[in-house]
C-alpha cells in the first residue's frame, strides 16, 4: 500500500508546517531564535547577557549589590531618565536624534516647581503646563526639520543652549526652588509603593495578557492561513513569565517593594510597545526610519511620523524632568544637566534602538536605563570616584553600536545570501 505523498498538502504551506512542527514545542522554538541570531537579528539578547553580566561582577565585589533593599533604590533611581530614553527611542527609530532632551526635563523641573510653589497653580495645572510646554518644543522640532530642512542635530542642539537658559531665568536669582515634602507628586515618588497583594495580583495579569495577546494574535495569523506559535509554547512562556515576575516581586518586598512610579514607566513602556507594534503608526515609524523615501512613496505622511516622534520625545523629556524633580523635591539649576542627556540617549542605543533608524523597540528604554543605573549602583556601593561610571558607560555604548552595526552587515549579507 502507497504511502499518501507529502506534495500534495491540503493546507497552506507554513500552515502545515506549524502542524508538523508543533510537536517539538521548545526545541522549534529555539530553533527559530537561533536562526534570528544567524541571520544577525540579535533581538535584546545582547543587553540581557550584558546585564546579567554586570550583576554578577558586582555582586561578587560587594554582597550588597543584589540586595533587596539595594535593587528597589535601583528601580526607582532609574525611572527619571528611563522616561527620558524611552522618548529618545521614538526619534532615533525614525532616524533623527534629539540633542535637547536633558535641558528640556530642567526647564519641565523649574516650570513646574515656579507655578506649583510661587504661583501657587494647582499641581494637575502646573504638571499639564510643563508637559504642554514639551509637547510645543517637539513641534517646533519638527517643523524646523521637515519644513525649514535644519537638520535634527542643529536643530535640538540649538534647543538644548535655549532651554537651559530659560531654565536658570525661571529659577531666578535663587537658583532653586523646593517642591512641599507634603505633596503628592513628592510622595508619589518618594514614598509610594505598591501593596505587597496588589503586587502579585499585577503579576499574574502580565503573564495573562501576555497569553491573551499571543493567543488571539495566533489565532488571527491561523485563520489567514499563517503559521503561529501553538498554545503549548504561549503558555510556557506566559507560564516562564509568572514565575519570574513573581520571584522577583517576592524578593523586592522583603524591602519596601515595588514603588508606583516605577510601575507607571513599566506601564509607558508597554503602551509604547504596543503602539509600535499594532498600530498603524508603529508601523510607520519604522517604514519611515527604514527608508523614507520609500515610505513617502507608499504613501506615508513622513512630515506627520516626524511630529509625532518629536513631539512624543519632547513630551516623555518633560515628565521624566517632572519625576525627577519629584526625586529630589526641588528644581535647581542642576536639573536636567550633568549627565542626564547623555544618559538618556545612551540608554536607548545601549538597549539596541538602532542609531541608523528603523529598529529597536520602547523595551530598550527599560534595559538601557537598567545597565546604566546598575553600573552607577554598583560603583557607588564600591566607593568608586564617579570618572570610572563615565568610563564603564562610555564602553558599554561603543560595544552596543559596534554590535549594531555588525548586526547590519550580517543582515545585509544574509539578505543577499
Known amino acids: 500500500m502507497s504511502e499518501r505523498p507529502l506534495a500534495e498538502p491540503t493546507a497552506p504551506l507554513d500552515l502545515l508546517d506549524e502542524r508538523l512542527r508543533r510537536g517539538a514545542g521548545l526545541r522549534s522554538a529555539l530553533t527559530g531564535i537561533l536562526e534570528r541570531i544567524r541571520s544577525g537579528d540579535l533581538g535584546a539578547l545582547p543587553i540581557i547577557v550584558g546585564l546579567l553580566v554586570i550583576w554578577t561582577v558586582f555582586q561578587a565585589l560587594n554582597p550588597v549589590f543584589l540586595s533587596s533593599t539595594n535593587l528597589v533604590n535601583l528601580l526607582m533611581e532609574s525611572v527619571s531618565v528611563g522616561v527620558i530614553a524611552l522618548g529618545v527611542v521614538c526619534v532615533l527609530l525614525v532616524g533623527q536624534i534629539d540633542l535637547s532632551v536633558g535641558s528640556v526635563s530642567g526647564l519641565s523641573a523649574a516650570l513646574t516647581a515656579v507655578t506649583f510653589v510661587e504661583a501657587g497653580w494647582p499641581l494637575p495645572a502646573a504638571m499639564a503646563a510643563a508637559i504642554g510646554a514639551g509637547a510645543a518644543i517637539g513641534w517646533v522640532y519638527a517643523q524646523m526639520v521637515t519644513r525649514l530642512g535644519v537638520p535634527s542635530f542643529v536643530a535640538t542642539l540649538a534647543g538644548l543652549l535655549s532651554f537651559l537658559g530659560v531654565q536658570l531665568w525661571l529659577l531666578g536669582d535663587t537658583g532653586a526652588v523646593n517642591l512641599p515634602y507634603d505633596s503628592d507628586l513628592v510622595h508619589f515618588a518618594q514614598l509610594a509603593f505598591v501593596p505587597a497583594w496588589l503586587s502579585y495580583v499585577l503579576v499574574v495579569l502580565a503573564a495573562g495578557w501576555l497569553f491573551a495577546t499571543g493567543y488571539a494574535l495566533a489565532r488571527t495569523r491561523r485563520a489567514a492561513g499563517l503559521s503561529a506559535r501553538s498554545t503549548r509554547l504561549l503558555v510556557v512562556r506566559s507560564a516562564g513569565l509568572l514565575a519570574a515576575l513573581g520571584f522577583a516581586v ?29 498600530t498603524g503608526w508603529g508601523r510607520s515609524v519604522f517604514a519611515v526610519g527604514g527608508n523614507a523615501e520609500a515610505a513617502r512613496r507608499a504613501g506615508i505622511n513622513v512630515r506627520r511620523v516626524y511630529t509625532g516622534a518629536f513631539v512624543l520625545c519632547s513630551s516623555l523629556a518633560a515628565l521624566g524632568g517632572l519625576l525627577a524633580a519629584a526625586r529630589l523635591a526641588a528644581a535647581n539649576q542642576a536639573s536636567g544637566a550633568g549627565d542626564v542627556n547623555l544618559n538618556a540617549i545612551a540608554a536607548a542605543v545601549i538597549g539596541g534602538t538602532s542609531l541608523f533608524g528603523g529598529r529597536g523597540s520602547a523595551f530598550a528604554a527599560l534595559l538601557g536605563i537598567l545597565v546604566i543605573q546598575s553600573i552607577s549602583s554598583g560603583l557607588t556601593l564600591l566607593d568608586l570616584d564617579s570618572s570610572f561610571r563615565f568610563i564603564v558607560t562610555g564602553l558599554v555604548l561603543a560595544l552596543a553600536v559596534a554590535l549594531d552595526s555588525a548586526a547590519r552587515r550580517s543582515r545585509a549579507s544574509h539578505g543577499r545570501a
Do not use: K, P
Request: positive net charge.
Open 250 to 278: 517576592w524578593y523586592l518586598n522583603r524591602a519596601r517593594g515595588i514603588g508606583w512610579m516605577f510601575v507607571c514607566f513599566v506601564g509607558l513602556v508597554l503602551a509604547l510597545n504596543y503602539a509600535l507594534t499594532r
